[in-house]
């Protein structure tokens, strides 16, 4: 069995973000500080020779750690704590369907600050994805599916009357030649 395992751990801080200016409330200026600390984890495996899989998460626990405002210590807006993916491929190696590639995964992406007072929280969400490929010579045919079941979700918000709807259903083929 083939894996590859992957983690980084991190510490960041962004500077200068912009926080409202005190003087002037309808102004802002750059004087605020986000910190992110976290990890990743990500494993690729070759079950067998056609099947393979993916799996990752990540952990973000992300603060506004200077600001003007009364959000200090917040969770900055548009900002999930957990991420989570698995995907999976299966190439068939022999007779007619040779070079045939079929996959599936699931997308988990946490809830997230809907304002920066936190005071509401744009829902979890859970989106499954496809794919296929043919590959015949020099060609290759594919076709992608995100959001497959065409799942309603609310992507993130930036305040209680600022929320986006998650994308549709979207299929994308692409053809390709390889010299």
Same mark, same amino acid.
């Given at each position: +069995?083939?894996?590859?395992? /992957?983690?980084?751990?991190?510490?960041?801080?962004?500077? %200068?973000? !912009?926080?409202? &200016?005190? =003087?002037?409330?309808?102004?802002?200026?750059?004087?605020?500080?986000?910190?992110?600390?976290?990890?990743?984890?990500?494993?690729?495996?070759?079950?067998?020779?056609?099947?393979?899989?993916?799996?990752?998460?990540?952990?973000?626990?992300?603060?506004?750690?200077?600001?003007?405002?009364?959000?200090?210590? +917040?969770?900055?807006?548009? /900002?999930?704590?957990?991420?989570?993916?698995?995907?999976? %491929?299966? !190439?068939?190696? &022999?007779? =007619?369907?040779?070079?045939?590639?079929?996959?599936?995964?699931?997308?988990?992406?946490?809830?997230?600050?809907?304002?920066?007072?936190?005071?509401?929280?744009?829902?979890?969400?859970?989106?499954?994805?496809?794919?296929?490929?043919?590959?015949?010579?020099?060609?290759?045919?594919?076709?992608?599916?995100?959001?497959?079941?065409?799942?309603?979700?609310?992507?993130?918000?930036?305040?209680?009357?600022?929320?986006?709807?998650?994308?549709?259903?979207?299929?994308?083929?692409?053809?390709?030649?390889?010299?």
């Amino acid at each position: +069995m083939n894996l590859r395992i /992957t983690a980084a751990i991190y510490d960041l801080r962004r500077k %200068n973000v !912009t926080t409202r &200016d005190p =003087a002037h409330p309808f102004f802002s200026i750059q004087t605020g500080e986000v910190t992110a600390r976290g990890f990743e984890f990500e494993a690729v495996t070759s079950l067998t020779s056609g099947l393979s899989l993916t799996g990752a998460y990540a952990y973000n626990d992300a603060r506004v750690t200077e600001s003007n405002d009364a959000n200090l210590g +917040m969770r900055p807006i548009r /900002t999930p704590q957990h991420l989570a993916s698995v995907w999976a %491929n299966y !190439t068939i190696h &022999d007779g =007619a369907l040779n070079g045939l590639t079929l996959g599936g995964g699931v997308r988990y992406v946490g809830a997230s600050a809907g304002d920066f007072m936190n005071t509401f929280y744009a829902p979890a969400y859970t989106v499954v994805d496809a794919m296929a490929r043919y590959d015949i010579d020099s060609w290759r045919f594919s076709l992608n599916v995100t959001n497959l079941f065409d799942t309603q979700y609310v992507a993130g918000c930036g305040y209680i009357g600022q929320c986006n709807v998650g994308r549709v259903r979207t299929v994308l083929g692409r053809v390709s030649y390889r010299w």
